[in-house]
């Protein structure tokens, strides 16, 4: 599993209320990503980070957010979450940083907002 | 536009068969394709990752095969096992030289392995 937790791994949150997730791996990887899975949907990238500070959006980035300001850690916020981003949200990294490298993932966040 | 298909959406086959899941792709430039066995309720783990210059890659009783020409795909599972039930995904990455380029998705195949 590459030393990669996420928490929490449940949550159950009303709309409108600010919710963040926390991606923590233990092994220095540069590249860490946040994907959602939802029925009849691939993974679906939300955002990614190539280093600290260093962030980028993935194709369903609106209405999330991140920051990363240790190499360790990868948080996730939904500013006001909303009853379509009720999803399974998986962390991810990169064993390297070359196009062969392994992608590890963690064991996901089920996020229910009501 | 970059897509990966998969087929088909489900297969269900008994404990000691073998079965091929298919891939299709239009990302491009190409770079390496990489199949993922996906557990319920759990995080993907890769299986295979193969680049353009390789036509099969076996792990364990998995087996697959890349025709870049075609841009196809198949992952061959040789004497199913009930562990074998597992989501398998398709996933294409661009390329961008020797730096990783962005990841492309299949559904998956949802495959559930009969007792």
């Known amino acids: 599993d590459a030393g990669i937790t996420q928490s929490p791994r449940h949550k159950v949150t009303e709309t409108g209320t600010p919710v963040t997730l926390r991606c923590h791996q233990t092994?220095?990887?540069?590249?860490m990503y946040w994907y959602r899975q939802d029925p009849g949907h691939g993974l679906r990238l939300i955002h990614y980070?190539?280093?600290?500070?260093?962030?980028d959006k993935g194709e369903v980035s609106d209405g999330y957010s991140v920051s990363r300001s240790k190499t360790e850690d990868f948080l996730l916020t939904l500013e006001s979450a909303t009853s379509s981003q009720t999803s399974v949200y998986f962390c991810?990294?990169?064993?390297?940083?070359?196009?062969?490298?392994?992608?590890?993932f963690g064991p996901g966040t089920r996020l229910t907002v009501l | 536009k970059n897509q990966v298909e998969q087929s088909p959406q489900s297969l269900i086959i008994l404990e000691g068969k073998n079965c091929t899941l298919q891939?299709?792709?239009?990302?491009?430039?190409?770079?390496?394709l990489r199949w993922y066995k996906q557990d319920t309720g759990r995080g993907p783990v890769s299986l295979t990752i193969?680049?353009?210059?390789?036509n099969t890659k076996s792990n364990g009783r998995y087996t697959a095969t890349l025709d870049a020409d075609t841009k196809q795909s198949s992952l061959h599972i040789t004497a199913s096992q009930l562990s074998d039930s597992a989501s398998y995904i398709c996933?294409?990455?661009?390329?961008?030289?020797?730096?990783?380029?962005?990841?492309?998705f299949g559904r998956g195949t949802q495959l559930t392995v009969w007792p």
């Open positions: 092994e220095n990887h540069r590249y």
């Open positions: 980070s190539y280093g600290v500070k260093d962030t």
């Open positions: 991810a990294i990169i064993s390297g940083w070359t196009s062969t490298d392994t992608q590890y």
């Open positions: 193969m680049t353009f210059s390789e």
């Open positions: 996933v294409v990455s661009l390329d961008r030289g020797s730096t990783l380029g962005r990841l492309y």
């Open positions: 891939c299709n792709y239009t990302v491009s430039p190409f770079s390496n």
